[in-house]
């Protein structure tokens, strides 16, 4: 049964391989990036990462896809709570009604 099911994982593996796109397009720093996908619907997924946006402070950038990530939606950053703050520690958690909520530090350098 485990070398059926093996199997199964490789052939899956070799079929549909995994995409690798450069989803932020960040000339400078991109990082800490956090995937979510909506237990309802698995083909709608979230991305969040710290992005650096030139003459700013690091900001929580985000996209959705709602095709399993064939297609992604513009880049959007969250604003900060004060301008002279700066964001970390990405992080998002799906709520009972399919609602996506973006966590992330805020704190001033």
Request: aromatic content about 12%; cysteine-free.
């Amino acid at each position: 049964m485990r070398s059926i099911f093996f199997l199964v994982l490789l052939f899956a593996g070799v079929l549909a391989p995994a995409q690798n796109i450069n989803l932020s397009q960040g000339l400078y720093f991109d990082g800490e990036p956090y995937l979510s996908a909506d237990p309802g619907n698995p083909r709608h997924m979230v991305v969040a990462w710290m992005g650096f946006i030139p003459f700013q402070q690091v900001a929580i950038r985000t996209m959705a896809s709602f095709d399993g990530g064939k297609t992604w939606s513009q880049a959007t950053s969250n604003p900060h709570s004060s301008q002279a703050f700066t964001s970390a520690d990405p992080s998002m958690a799906w709520d009972a009604s399919g609602n996506i909520n973006n966590i992330h530090k805020n704190f001033l350098l």
